[in-house]
């Protein structure tokens, strides 16, 4: 009888020792720590007078009603004869810097948006060369970010990056929004947004993305001369926010990069675990590589980031 009673006892009371312990374990778990969205533009800066998508950026960055101030990395294109070549765009990469962004090298050529895996040893070199030597008088320091044209990089144009200290952003969100083809709308922005956030959501729960000073950067890439992307950058905002509640990622009070030391700290981090991941590259630019100019994505990386 005494044995009868003590059986039922341990199956009564089992389950709810169980289940408090898990509770228990559940309430002790380290929560995930919160997102900061980094946002980053490429192609600029737009030399043309009226209606300028680079100013228009600006502006918003400035002043929105998501929050004042934000503070994004512009990968330049110093000597388009459209953009960082004309007075507007020199006056427009001396705006960015006065009000806190981070000048990073996209290309310091002046036949514009070619691929570097493309050039000769001679011209690549001249490119990051010029480049560097355009936006250094500028930006007040050393030019230390890069994010090559279309994403396409291979060992030896790393090793050219590395020997001129420049580290390799690439982005966790693209917007796809450097269409060419004369086509630059985006009707599917927010199914298209949700489903970037989906796969960082995923990326963070395998633990690939790193927490730095509290805090997750991912960051995000739109193109700063597409009009459209200007006329729309607060409605983007607004749509990251709300794709990444919807996915159940938490967003940090400060939702955005605020502080030109905080982005580039986390700019250079990151830097380091991107270059060798081919699927950051969109889809269709791969396909538009293979045809053109048949790469072999490389997994090098490049040189640690320095310490900041």
Known sequence: MIRRTIAWLVVLVAPCALAQEIALSQTHAPKPRPVRFLLTFDDGPYGQERDNPTESILDTLAHNDVGNGMKAIFFLQTRSSDGGATERGKKLMRREQAEGHVLALHDGSTWGHRSHRNLTDRSLEKSVADGIA???PIAGRDVTLLRPPYWAYD???LAVYQR????????????NDGKDWGFKASPRRYVHMASEIANVHARIRAGELPEIDGVIPVVVAFHDTNVYTAEHLQEYLHILLDCAGRDGLTVDTEPFFTQYDAIE??????ARDIPGREEMVPWWWRIIHWLFSEPQWETARPAAAPAL
Not at 165 to 174: P, Q, Y
Not at 265 to 270: G, P, Q, V
Request: hydrophobic share 45%; proline share 0%; charged share 25%.
């Open 134 to 136: 355009d936006l250094k």
């Open 265 to 270: 700290r986390a700019a250079h981090i990151r």
């Open 164 to 175: 001129h200290g420049l580290n390799v952003l690439l982005t966790d969100i693209s917007a």
């Open 155 to 157: 060992a030896r144009t």
